[in-house]
Structures are given as structure tokens and as C-alpha cells.
């Protein structure tokens, strides 16, 4: 029994050192160490470790299909580091510039609550993913999370609009400034449109919450 328990114990922790979520890790140092380099004031650093975390978001999923390592743990892990990294960066945003910190706010509540309430749902639904969209989902919604470059060109380009947005005031050459301001005015529409389809999430989710709980309530009867 003694030999059993260790013997699953071990195959059981193997989850935590797959490849994808190795690189999962890494993603969260890099974030952390970026965020920190941000309050000190060193944007290059900064803005070199924020990217490389973000690119490796893409690296953890590649490896995940490629070596069979796909897991709930690694899902979760991914949103959540998601989810944190932009959080951080829209609080950076709303140090810098006190005048978008109220939409800033808003936003990181947003992202956070419909993500939640996409989780929650799967999970209470019996689903294994939150990215599996059901064919009476909103058409929007069904394209975000079923085509991938349309996925990746969304999160992408309202990350490039949020680093525009808070590179403007850390950079002094001419050429990166007019790359901020060219980021920050070509992916607002990007990102506007990805705070829409939270919305439509949010409620698509709950939804289905509701909908669980009125069967409940008529069993209940």
C-alpha cells in the first residue's frame, strides 16, 4: 500500500514538470522580474522581459500538442498567468497616466470576472476546456476561441495597443515614439473589439450558469 501511495504520488507531480508548464513557470518569473524592473523605472528591461513572457504563451501551447502534455493544471496556469499579465500592465497604465485609470479599473475586472465565468461554466458544464465554444454561441465568440491566428492577432494586437499606450512616456527617440503612437491609435480598434467579445463571454457564460440553475430549481420541485 505504502509502495502504491508513493508510486502515485510520483506519476501524479510528473504534471507539474511537463515541458508546457515548465515554460509556464518561466512565464511567471519573467512577468515578475519584468513588473519589477517596470516600478524601478527601467523600461527597455521591462518591456524585453514582458515580451518574451508573452511569446512564450504561445511556445507552452505549441509543446503541449507536440509532446502530449496537455493538462487541466497547464490550462489553468495559462489563463491565470494571462489573466496577472495584463492585469499588471493596465495598473501600470493607470500609474502613469491617472486619467484612464477609472476605463483601466474596469477593464482588469472585465478581463478577470468573464474569464472566471467562462471557467466556471465549463467546469459546471463538464467541459474540459474553456476555449471549446458550443455552435449556439455568439458567431464572434465561436471565431475567437475556434481560429487560432484570429486569436492570436486579437490578444496580440491589444497587448501591442497597452504597450504602445504605456511606452509613450518611456521612450525619447523619435522613431520608437511614433512606433508608440502609430501602436497606440492601429490597435485601439483591436483592442476595443476584444473588450467587446469579454463582454459577449460574460454573458454567454452566465447563460449557461443560469440555465444549470433552473434545472436544479425545477428538479427541486
Known amino acids: 500500500l505504502v509502495v502504491h501511495y508513493r508510486y502515485r504520488s510520483m506519476s501524479e507531480s510528473a504534471v507539474y514538470w511537463?515541458?508546457?508548464n515548465l515554460?509556464?513557470?518561466?512565464?511567471?518569473i519573467t512577468g515578475v522580474?519584468?513588473?519589477?524592473?517596470a516600478f524601478a523605472g527601467n523600461f527597455p528591461t521591462f518591456f524585453f522581459l514582458y515580451v518574451t513572457s508573452y511569446f512564450l504563451d504561445a511556445l507552452d501551447g505549441f509543446?503541449?500538442?507536440?509532446?502530449?502534455?496537455?493538462?487541466?493544471?497547464?490550462q489553468v496556469l495559462d489563463m491565470v498567468t494571462d489573466r496577472s499579465s495584463t492585469a499588471g500592465l493596465m495598473l501600470l497604465i493607470s500609474h502613469e497616466?491617472?486619467?484612464m485609470a477609472f476605463a483601466m479599473v474596469l477593464l482588469v475586472a472585465l478581463d478577470i470576472s468573464s474569464h472566471y465565468m467562462q471557467m466556471f461554466a465549463t467546469l459546471t458544464t463538464g467541459g474540459?476546456?474553456?476555449?471549446k465554444i458550443d455552435s449556439?454561441?455568439?458567431?464572434l465568440l465561436r471565431i475567437y476561441y475556434h481560429n487560432q491566428p484570429f486569436l492570436f492577432f486579437m490578444c496580440w494586437g491589444a497587448e501591442v495597443y497597452m504597450m504602445s499606450l504605456y511606452a509613450v512616456n518611456h521612450v525619447s527617440e523619435q522613431w520608437a515614439l511614433d512606433l508608440a503612437n502609430i501602436g497606440r491609435t492601429g490597435f485601439l480598434p483591436v483592442f476595443a473589439l476584444k473588450q467587446f467579445i469579454s463582454v459577449l463571454q460574460w454573458r454567454s457564460a452566465s447563460k449557461k450558469i443560469v440555465a444549470i440553475d433552473?434545472?436544479?430549481h425545477q428538479k427541486r420541485k
Open 128 to 131: 474540459s476546456s474553456h476555449k
Open 18 to 20: 511537463f515541458v508546457p
Open 136 to 139: 449556439g454561441e455568439p458567431w
Open 97 to 99: 497616466m491617472p486619467h
Open 33 to 37: 522580474v519584468g513588473f519589477y524592473y
Open 63 to 74: 509543446a503541449a500538442r507536440k509532446l502530449g502534455q496537455c493538462s487541466r493544471f497547464g
Open 23 to 28: 515554460i509556464g513557470y518561466v512565464r511567471i
Open 214 to 216: 433552473w434545472q436544479d
